[in-house]
């Protein structure tokens, strides 16, 4: 471990996300693997509780105690209107903890209550770094504001929204109060169903993927250049068993190497020998190759049957090459791939209201200028 390392305590009200999981997502249960992934790729979590009533969670307490999960006891009083004890315990541990372990730089708080608000400026003030991570639909809009970082669960990399996933077999969007929260929540089901094929566990297991991945979440956290070395610990803080040796590879800048040849990445030199820096190149090597083929099968569906919907272009890619993954280059998702080439002019995208999906459409030039309007008295011809 090195100084630069973030400390991470996590604090989690269980209750609140569980329940936001079942009822706003319709999900079976609360997976923890995503937020711990999460939290891999911003530092060093040395501290893992949760709080609730645990008689309620079983399955869900023997998930989280195979995640090393400290499980904190909050037994609710039968026959009586039930309280915040969980909330006001989970505080009182958490000022406890930051005033006991001076070296805890960030605090995690795994809830969307507004109650937790007053607790995020506290520990603002005493100088440490603070992240949430809730439900979308039942975070409270309070809350993320008052954070340094907030991770809406359903937009973690590894959830299955089935309940959008439902909601869209049935023809009927997700429910929202505003024009722009039915667009938003619209547009997700729109990436669920471009994303249904998702990758082979071989690809799961490529190399590229876990190293594209990780760096897309280093990138984003730490806003900055990434090391090999911090690079290699946010990959075996996924996952502890990772060994460059297993591909192949006698060290770990070997492996960047290789990478780099292949045109994922792009290395240069870092502040210490055998240290370099890692980044994402320009869209070259396999990387132009994929938008390339993006531009290409779109071109010709359209030429065919006119213009796709982003449900199933995926599929179509794959017909031509099977290997196809958009992870591969560091993308969370295909709708996420499909922006990238929108924005590098390969192909337009449009908002289908009526199949709550995009239109995807050959790159077309800009439209010509709309001619002057003739205005009295102007001199106009």
């Not at 709309?370 to 011809?381: E, L, N, T, Y």
Request: hydrophobic fraction near 40%.
């Amino acid at each position: 471990m090195t100084s630069d390392d973030e400390r991470i305590a996590l604090f989690l009200d269980y209750e609140n996300l569980a329940i936001g999981a079942q009822e706003q997502l319709h999900l079976k249960e609360f997976n923890f693997r995503p937020v711990a992934d999460a939290l891999a790729e911003r530092g060093r979590v040395v501290v893992r509780r949760a709080y609730a009533d645990w008689s309620r969670f079983d399955e869900d307490r023997r998930m989280l105690t195979r995640h090393h999960v400290e499980l904190i006891e909050i037994p609710q009083r039968m026959g009586s209107v039930r309280k915040n004890a969980a909330d006001i315990k989970m505080a009182v541990d958490a000022i406890e903890l930051c005033f006991e372990r001076d070296y805890i730089t960030t605090f995690v708080l795994g809830t969307g209550d507004s109650d937790f608000t007053p607790l995020v400026h506290k520990l603002r003030e005493l100088n440490r770094r603070v992240i949430g991570v809730g439900v979308e639909a039942s975070t409270s809009a309070l809350l993320p504001p008052a954070c340094d970082e907030f991770l809406f669960y359903e937009r973690l990399k590894g959830i299955e929204p089935v309940a959008a996933k439902r909601a869209a077999g049935r023809g009927s969007r997700p429910a929202a109060t505003t024009p722009v929260e039915a667009r938003v929540a619209a547009e997700r089901v729109a990436e669920e169903r471009a994303d249904d094929e998702s990758p082979t566990r071989a690809e799961d297991a490529d190399l590229g993927v876990i190293v594209t991945q990780t760096l897309s979440g280093l990138e984003r956290s730490a806003g900055g250049p990434v090391l090999g070395s911090t690079l290699k610990r946010a990959i075996l803080r996924k996952d502890p068993t990772f060994s460059e040796t297993n591909y192949g590879f006698r060290g770990f800048v070997e492996l960047l190497r290789n990478l780099a040849e292949r045109g994922v990445i792009e290395l240069t030199p870092g502040p210490a020998k055998g240290d370099p820096e890692v980044a994402f190149g320009s869209a070259t090597g396999d990387e132009q190759e994929a938008f390339e083929l993006l531009g290409s099968v779109v071109e010709r569906l359209t030429n065919s049957s006119g213009p796709p919907h982003l449900s199933g272009l995926k599929t179509q890619l794959r017909k031509v090459q099977p290997d196809f993954s958009e992870k591969r280059f560091g993308f969370g998702g295909f709708l996420q791939f499909c922006k990238a080439g929108r924005a590098r002019g390969v192909i337009d995208m449009d908002w289908d209201d009526k199949a709550d999906d995009y239109i995807v459409r050959p790159a077309t030039a800009p439209p010509p200028a709309r001619p002057r309007q003739r205005i009295a008295g102007d001199g106009s011809p």
